[in-house]
């Protein structure tokens, strides 16, 4: 039999389903909702914000913990303006823009065209969607603004808007956000600009020197940090897959000239081992190599995920070169370079000053939220025809579920609740606990289930007498009697 849930129309509808149940179970609200929300900016709810934290601790430990020569640090959203012109990011951080001249609409050239690829593949229009996809691929990579116009031209692309192809030239539009800073500085004033970072990386890149001297670095070795960009983004749709405000996890590895080739490649494997160590299946990743490389790139590709839109970019490993340290020596006019005193085995000499390449890898936090929640999401029939009945599940794996264990009293007397809450006493330093007493055990189930609880505890008459529970696990349903003391052990050998 055909599998229909591949489909796209179907890819659809689970996506939406996804985005609803986010909602529905805590997890993901839009922002400012009351006043109708902010276009392309989300809020994290009670279990979303849990489900992230967890995501961004296992990167944080596989990067810092579980490397030698890979530090943390946390810098500042606001930098000094000339960190964007430095980094190219006031000059080059464009993207080519269309207006609809009826609707008064602006939309990003690519995601335009990708809308378009996106509805000819929902229609069966397979083919299509990939020529013109191609199409765009190439003209893209010239800068081909007038081909890129033909191009929606001549495959009658309309504005979802005004349902019109009255399109006006393509410009280029800068993505950065730009604020006053204190009362002397007027933001008009294009040379006092503050900006809202576009990327955590250029805050990794200003503070090399005094990470790598105050902690004694020596290259090879890498920075990493977690925090939040925010960009401009015209058309930004697909929920939390393309947002204003979002969080990247970037880590800088800072290497000798020359070596950048074997690095890259490291560090493509080593990222996606890490996508697979979290069960994400192997092969629901891609890599896509970009046709054009971004200002300060000599190699980079894409580790995509197949999201319900289709394989879409999670991950950018990119070979950076010297070209932001250097930038930042040119404009700050201090060094930017690193003494090696390694020995060149080619010269017998050590390899002396030098400023060192970079390979980047950055993930957006909001992206793998959305890749291993529409992963662990599944509908589930569970009915008989004389009975029918139903779950969802969120089936995480235990060390990203936002509940570790929760613990339900059978009724709520007989001293059931206080062994129930002891129970938790317990556990509770360890790991994510939840106490519930309301409704039938079997729909206390279906709650933990569709938060992604790994483990439900129940506590019995049977409890009072020798001192063991029912676990229940989420993925088998099925239930065993436990000793209370065990429970605990249980559930860190299953986070891990
Ligand atoms: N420092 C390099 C850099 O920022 P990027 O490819 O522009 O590279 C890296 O962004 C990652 O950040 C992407 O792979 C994606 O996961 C995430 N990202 C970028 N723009 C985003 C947006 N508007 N909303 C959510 N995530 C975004």
């Given at each position: 039999?055909?599998?229909?849930?591949?489909?796209?129309?179907?890819?659809?509808?689970?996506?939406?389903?996804?985005?609803?149940?986010?909602?529905?179970?805590?997890?993901?609200?839009?922002?400012?909702?009351?006043?109708?929300?902010?276009?392309?900016?989300?809020?994290?709810?009670?279990?979303?914000?849990?489900?992230?934290?967890?995501?961004?601790?296992?990167?944080?430990?596989?990067?810092?913990?579980?490397?030698?020569n890979?530090?943390?640090?946390?810098?500042?959203?606001?930098?000094?303006?000339?960190?964007?012109?430095?980094?190219?990011?006031?000059?080059?951080?464009?993207?080519?823009?269309?207006?609809?001249?009826?609707?008064?609409?602006?939309?990003?050239?690519?995601?335009?065209?990708?809308?378009?690829?996106?509805?000819?593949?929902?229609?069966?229009?397979?083919?299509?969607?990939?020529?013109?996809?191609?199409?765009?691929?190439?003209?893209?990579?010239?800068?081909?603004?007038?081909?890129?116009?033909?191009?929606?031209?001549?495959?009658?692309?309309?504005?979802?808007?005004?349902?019109?192809?009255?399109?006006?030239?393509?410009?280029?539009?800068?993505?950065?956000?730009?604020?006053?800073?204190?009362?002397?500085?007027?933001?008009?004033?294009?040379?006092?600009?503050?900006?809202?970072?576009?990327?955590?990386?250029?805050?990794?890149?200003?503070?090399f020197l005094?990470v790598q001297k105050?902690g004694r670095m020596r290259i090879p070795f890498g920075?990493?940090?977690?925090?939040?960009?925010?960009?401009?983004?015209?058309?930004?749709?697909?929920?939390?897959?393309?947002?204003?405000?979002?969080?990247?996890?970037?880590?800088?590895f800072f290497i000798r000239p020359g070596t950048q080739k074997e690095w890259y490649?490291k560090?493509?494997?080593?990222?996606?081992?890490?996508?697979?160590?979290?069960?994400?299946?192997?092969?629901?990743?891609?890599?896509?190599?970009?046709?054009?490389?971004?200002?300060?790139?000599d190699?980079?590709?894409?580790?995509?995920?197949?999201?319900?839109?289709?394989?879409?970019?999670?991950?950018?490993?990119?070979s950076?070169t010297d070209f932001?340290l250097k930038?930042?020596q040119?404009?700050?006019?201090k060094k930017m370079q690193y003494f090696d005193n390694d020995v060149d085995p080619a010269t017998g000499k050590p390899y002396g000053n030098y400023i060192p390449y970079v390979i980047?890898?950055?993930?957006?936090?909001?992206?793998?939220?959305?890749?291993?929640?529409?992963?662990?999401?599944?509908?589930?029939?569970?009915?008989?025809?004389?009975?029918?009945?139903?779950?969802?599940?969120?089936?995480?794996?235990?060390?990203?579920?936002?509940?570790?264990?929760?613990?339900?009293?059978?009724?709520?007397?007989?001293?059931?609740?206080?062994?129930?809450?002891?129970?938790?006493?317990?556990?509770?330093?360890?790991?994510?606990?939840?106490?519930?007493?309301?409704?039938?055990?079997?729909?206390?189930?279906?709650?933990?289930?569709?938060?992604?609880?790994?483990?439900?505890?129940?506590?019995?008459?049977?409890?009072?007498?020798?001192?063991?529970?029912?676990?229940?696990?989420?993925?088998?349903?099925?239930?065993?009697?436990?000793?209370?003391?065990?429970?605990?052990?249980?559930?860190?050998?299953?986070?891990?």
């Amino acid at each position: 039999m055909a599998n229909d849930s591949n489909k796209p129309a179907s890819r659809q509808a689970r996506f939406q389903a996804i985005i609803s149940h986010c909602k529905e179970y805590g997890f993901i609200f839009p922002s400012s909702e009351i006043y109708d929300g902010l276009q392309a900016v989300y809020d994290y709810g009670q279990w979303g914000s849990e489900l992230k934290k967890n995501i961004k601790d296992y990167w944080w430990k596989s990067m810092t913990q579980l490397h030698d020569n890979i530090v943390g640090i946390d810098a500042a959203i606001f930098m000094h303006p000339t960190t964007w012109k430095a980094s190219g990011h006031v000059d080059n951080f464009n993207d080519p823009m269309i207006d609809n001249k009826d609707s008064k609409k602006r939309y990003r050239v690519d995601h335009l065209i990708e809308g378009f690829a996106d509805e000819q593949s929902a229609t069966g229009n397979e083919q299509l969607a990939k020529d013109v996809l191609a199409s765009m691929d190439a003209l893209i990579a010239k800068d081909d603004f007038a081909g890129l116009k033909k191009l929606i031209e001549d495959n009658k692309i309309k504005c979802p808007i005004s349902g019109t192809s009255n399109w006006t030239d393509i410009r280029q539009f800068n993505l950065m956000f730009s604020t006053e800073f204190g009362s002397t500085v007027s933001a008009d004033d294009e040379n006092n600009k503050v900006y809202l970072r576009p990327e955590t990386a250029q805050g990794i890149f200003v503070n090399f020197l005094n990470v790598q001297k105050t902690g004694r670095m020596r290259i090879p070795f890498g920075i990493a940090q977690i925090g939040k960009a925010f960009r401009n983004e015209i058309v930004a749709r697909q929920f939390i897959f393309r947002m204003r405000e979002f969080e990247q996890m970037e880590m800088q590895f800072f290497i000798r000239p020359g070596t950048q080739k074997e690095w890259y490649e490291k560090w493509k494997v080593t990222r996606l081992e890490w996508h697979k160590s979290l069960d994400m299946p192997a092969e629901k990743y891609r890599y896509h190599d970009h046709v054009k490389l971004a200002h300060y790139a000599d190699a980079a590709c894409d580790i995509e995920f197949e999201f319900p839109i289709g394989f879409k970019e999670l991950e950018g490993i990119h070979s950076r070169t010297d070209f932001d340290l250097k930038q930042h020596q040119e404009y700050s006019k201090k060094k930017m370079q690193y003494f090696d005193n390694d020995v060149d085995p080619a010269t017998g000499k050590p390899y002396g000053n030098y400023i060192p390449y970079v390979i980047e890898t950055s993930i957006g936090l909001d992206r793998m939220f959305l890749a291993v929640m529409s992963q662990a999401y599944e509908e589930q029939d569970l009915g008989t025809p004389e009975k029918p009945d139903s779950r969802v599940v969120l089936k995480f794996q235990p060390k990203l579920a936002p509940i570790k264990l929760a613990v339900f009293p059978l009724i709520k007397r007989d001293g059931l609740p206080e062994i129930a809450k002891q129970i938790i006493d317990d556990c509770r330093s360890s790991f994510r606990c939840f106490y519930e007493e309301k409704d039938a055990i079997g729909k206390r189930y279906r709650r933990m289930d569709a938060l992604g609880t790994p483990f439900c505890v129940t506590v019995d008459h049977q409890s009072k007498e020798d001192n063991t529970v029912t676990i229940r696990h989420r993925d088998s349903m099925e239930q065993e009697r436990v000793a209370i003391n065990k429970l605990k052990e249980i559930v860190l050998n299953a986070i891990g």
